[in-house]
Antibody, heavy 120, light 113 residues
Framework: QVRLVQSGAEVKKPGASVKLSCQAS????????MHWVRQAPGQRPECMGW????????NYAQRFQGRVTMTRDTSISTVYMELSRLISDDTAVYYC?????????????WGQGTLVTVSS | DVVMTQSPDSLAVSLGERATINCKSS????????????LAWFQQKPGQPPKLLIY???TRESGVPDRFSGSGSGTDFTLTISSLQAEDVAVYYC?????????FGQGTKLEIK
């Protein structure tokens, strides 16, 4: 079965960077784009962008351009999301979710989420 | 970005009664080429990731009880729970996956009356 295991919670100071990981199993890792979605407390989920694990091509939401970097390591079926110049508004749970495991590009599976807290 | 607006923001329904949640997209999410609406519904309980209920606006995900149904096309969509059960207490989100970035509604909190 599909498993998406994310790295553990992080506490960062404003201005720092954070790098999260998401290890996938149970499906062909390189065949499905991986998305990152974050959710601030009490807020709606927000899509940050995606990476094509096959070739590393990325597409970032405009509001994160210049601050987010998504990478992958195909040898261990893992994608990474690094967010720099953190501010308090970046406090959120960050999820990975592959698209296309179903009949279309919707999300059928999500990682368990990683809580990132930004606080001085 | 495409704006998804849900109504109401919160809803209290008696057990066994019908619950209806609406979702409006600022852009048409119907794709003529494949005749599909790129609209999904998710259920989220505290401390958990969203769970897919409905995709293509009206197709129930495997394992989702048939009391959940989706309808609508173009810009206006509805999620209906025909007979509310206690385990349905959650926040419900619609999401369009036609445009980049994908966007979610603000959520509807469903409670028991």
């Amino acid at each position: 079965q599909v498993r998406l295991v994310q790295s553990g919670a992080e506490v960062k100071k404003p201005g720092a960077s954070v790098k999260l990981s998401c290890q996938a199993s149970g499906y062909s890792f390189t065949d499905y784009y991986m998305h990152w979605v974050r959710q601030a407390p009490g807020q709606r989920p927000e899509c940050m962008g995606w990476i094509n694990p096959k070739n590393g091509v990325t597409n970032y939401a405009q509001r994160f351009q210049g601050r987010v970097t998504m990478t992958r390591d195909t040898s261990i079926s893992t994608v990474y999301m690094e967010l720099s110049r953190l501010i308090s508004d970046d406090t959120a749970v960050y999820y990975c979710a592959p698209e296309g495991l179903g009949s279309g590009s919707y999300y059928t599976q999500w990682g368990q989420g990683t809580l990132v807290t930004v606080s001085s | 970005d495409v704006v998804m607006t849900q109504s109401p923001d919160s809803l209290a329904v008696s057990l066994g009664e019908r619950a209806t949640i609406n979702c409006k997209s600022s852009q048409n999410v119907f794709y003529n080429y494949d005749n599909k609406n790129y609209l999904a519904w998710f259920q989220q309980k505290p401390g958990q990731p969203p769970k897919l209920l409905i995709y293509w606006a009206s197709t129930r995900e495997s394992g989702v009880p048939d009391r959940f149904s989706g309808s609508g096309s173009g810009t206006d969509f509805t999620l209906t729970i025909s007979s509310l059960q206690a385990e349905d207490v959650a926040v419900y989100y619609c999401q369009q996956y036609y445009y980049t970035p994908r966007t979610f509604g603000q959520g509807t909190k469903l409670e028991i009356k």
